[in-house]
């Protein structure tokens, strides 16, 4: 899958996050935090699963 696609799906599910954790009443120092997070282990597995593999030597 492509990186970019990963990204979009990351954006959804970021929004739809932070729309449930303020409909829940959390403050918003809370909710950043909680995207964050969530935005940091996506990019990391995003980059992960769409990195180019290394020629064997």
Do not use: H
Not at 24 to 43: E, F, P
Not at 46 to 54: I, L
């Amino acid at each position: 899958m492509s990186f970019l696609l990963y990204i979009v799906g990351l954006a959804v599910l970021l929004g739809g996050l932070a729309w449930a954790l303020i409909t829940a009443g959390l403050a918003a120092t809370y909710v950043a935090i909680a995207c964050l997070i969530v935005a940091g282990v996506g990019i990391m597995m995003a980059v992960s699963r769409t990195r180019a593999k290394d020629p064997p030597a």
